[in-house]
């Protein structure tokens, strides 16, 4: 399983752009690159999704680097309702046997 | 994507009782998932439940504990047994979804226990 390595805390303002690097070293060639939101007392909300260069959405931005080892989630111009965590997985999404796992997440505050 | 509804959304439960959680899926799908999340942590993964078969656990879990049923496409339910205070967490299912060509995974709203 690919294991991803997050900023544990990060803080912004509003109106600010919020880039969110993740880290997945060992990426396996079938793996996607996955987003997650969640506000307390919520399940996780899907964001975005990519396997390679951009990626975007009405939300956000995905990029990846060429050697797909890393991935940056860009939120354009945050406001107050940002303020939540933000998971980043890998896994396979071709239809393999993808057993998605949690890292510890990245705490966004944004500040007025 | 996947609209997914849990019940229920929160319970008070006392220590030895048993709970069980439904989720349910708008569509069908074949592979769910049952999360724990206790508070302030990340979420981990109790069990993948696939329709007409047996339910594989993740380490530290086992069937005894949580028992799960997926009786049909669209449901599945999560028991926890013996009930205590540690078992105080949010549940959370989620399902395997197609999205643009790819797997997704999409989750339910969540139960939150608490054991007294």
Redesign the interface.
């Known amino acids: 399983l690919a294991k991803t390595t997050q900023p544990i805390s990060m803080d912004s303002y509003e109106g600010q752009e919020v880039n969110i690097t993740c880290s997945h070293n060992n990426i396996a060639t079938n793996d996607y690159i996955t987003w997650y939101q969640q506000f307390p007392s919520q399940g996780p909300r899907f964001i975005i999704q990519g396997y390679k260069t951009k990626v975007t959405n009405e939300v956000a931005s995905l990029f990846i680097p060429a050697d797909r080892k890393s991935s940056t989630l860009s939120l354009p111009r945050v406001s107050l309702s940002d303020t939540a965590v933000y998971y980043c997985l890998v896994g396979d999404g071709s239809g393999g046997s993808y057993i998605p796992t949690f890292g510890r997440g990245t705490s966004l505050i944004v500040h007025p | ?1 996947a609209v ?1 509804s849990q019940k229920p959304s929160r319970d008070i439960c006392q220590r030895g009782t048993s709970l069980t959680i439904q989720c349910q899926v708008d569509s069908q799908v074949t592979m769910m ?1 049952w ?1 724990r999340q206790q508070p302030g942590q ?4 109790i069990a ?1 439940a696939n329709q007409g078969s047996e339910a594989t656990y993740e380490s530290g879990f086992v069937i005894d504990k949580f028992p799960i049923s997926r009786p049909n496409l669209t449901f599945s339910t999560l028991t926890v047994s013996n009930m205590s205070p540690e078992d105080s967490s ?1 549940y ?1 299912c ?1 399902v ?1 979804s197609s ?1 643009e060509g ?9 139960t ?1 226990l608490t054991v007294l």
Request: no cysteine; hydrophobic share 30%; charged share 15%.
């Open positions: 994507s997914i998932f999360y990340s979420l981990t993964l993948t949010i959370l989620s395997e999205r790819t797997d997704t995974q999409y989750f339910g709203p969540g939150r």
